[in-house]
């Protein structure tokens, strides 16, 4: 797939860290380092914009080495970017930690990972069909 990306940014485009890769780490684009607070969020700047083909969403993620070590997280996880958006992407990072927590300019914020996806046509029905399931959910599956 080609995908056209407008990089404002002052760093690399994006790519993938090794040949069976989901997804590209997207960077910091800051003038001045920017300081997280505890519990505190933050629309951070990537410098990129990208155009999308119907039928596509770029998806937003966090990355493990962030969340597990510093407590860093994507907000909305995962964030979509639809197709027909021409912005800037831009990330909000939370700090779940206890401690504050500097992002400097280049530094890698989240993976952003490229999916197909369709839109559904609805048809209103009076019943659903049955299932072994059911109506259990939130951890009833694999309870005796």
């Not at 505190?40 to 993620?61: M, N, V």
């Not at 994507?74 to 939370?94: H, K, Q, W």
Request: charged letters at 20%.
């Amino acid at each position: 797939m080609i995908l056209k990306i407008l990089n404002n940014s002052n760093h690399p485009l994006p790519q993938y860290a090794t040949s069976l890769s989901a997804g590209v780490d997207l960077r910091a684009n800051l003038n001045e380092p920017v300081v997280l607070k505890p519990l505190e969020r933050k629309l951070i700047p990537t410098g990129l914009f990208i155009e999308l083909p119907a039928g596509y969403e770029a998806q937003i993620r966090p990355r493990s080495g962030l969340a597990l070590k510093y407590g860093i997280t994507v907000l909305n996880s995962p964030g979509t970017i639809d197709a027909d958006y021409r912005g800037e992407i831009g990330i909000i990072l939370i700090n779940l930690s206890s401690e504050e927590f500097i992002i400097q300019d280049g530094e890698r914020i989240c993976q952003m990972v490229i999916a197909a996806h369709e839109q559904a046509e609805w048809l209103e029905v009076e019943v659903l069909g049955k299932t072994e399931r059911g109506h259990g959910g939130f951890g009833h599956t694999g309870k005796h």
